[in-house]
């Protein structure tokens, strides 16, 4: 198998979590949200919003898009694949039972010199953002695994996690408990992948 052939078979397989990425802006539209809890708003409204955060925030899409080219291996990504979408189920099955407004927190985003960037992601219909964070859960996952084969990345991959987790909510597009508990799942995935490719 050539270099090329091999990236292009990569690719496809882990196309599937692309796909199953979808289900974020297709629940929305089959369920209404319910009103956050007192004790959620609490917290946040200690929290500033942050307008530059939004870059660190779009850095996910680049995070994504990058596990066929830096994993080599079929069976690494065949079970990376597995997990993400496993992850991603886990967060739709809570999404859909417990699907809080997240429009307390849009409320304090405040215009800005990048306010379009922060447009692009909020849609009048998608006011609920899963709990956990889906956000955070995949890039943790995704970090990790990178951080397994290439070593040089590691610091880069921690630093990238660490700015996509702080970004969820210092751009209010989650609330902190959103974001911790996607670290939490996210971790939880990267362990389960450790094991899966050790057998």
Request: charged fraction near 10%.
């Amino acid at each position: 198998m050539t270099i090329e052939s091999g990236l292009i078979k990569r690719t496809l397989i882990f196309a599937l979590f692309w796909i199953s990425f979808t289900g974020y802006f297709i629940i929305p539209l089959l369920i209404d949200s319910i009103d956050c809890p007192n004790w959620i708003l609490k917290i946040d409204s200690y929290i500033p919003f942050i307008w530059w955060m939004i870059i660190p925030y779009y850095s996910y899409y680049i995070l994504i898009l990058i596990p066929p080219i830096m994993i080599k291996e079929e069976k690494e990504i065949i079970v990376l694949t597995k997990i993400l979408i496993q992850a991603s189920i886990f967060c739709y099955m809570i999404y859909l039972i417990y699907p809080i407004t997240s429009s307390n927190a849009l409320v304090l985003v405040r215009p800005n010199p990048l306010s379009f960037m922060h447009n692009s992601i909020t849609f009048d219909y998608l006011h609920q953002n899963a709990l956990p964070s889906m956000h955070v859960s995949v890039a943790v996952i995704i970090g990790l695994a990178i951080s397994l084969y290439n070593k040089k990345y590691k610091g880069l991959m921690l630093f990238m996690i660490l700015l996509i987790f702080l970004a969820t909510f210092l751009i209010k597009q989650h609330y902190l408990v959103d974001s911790i508990t996607g670290l939490i799942l996210g971790y939880i995935g990267f362990l389960r992948y450790k094991y899966l490719i050790s057998i």
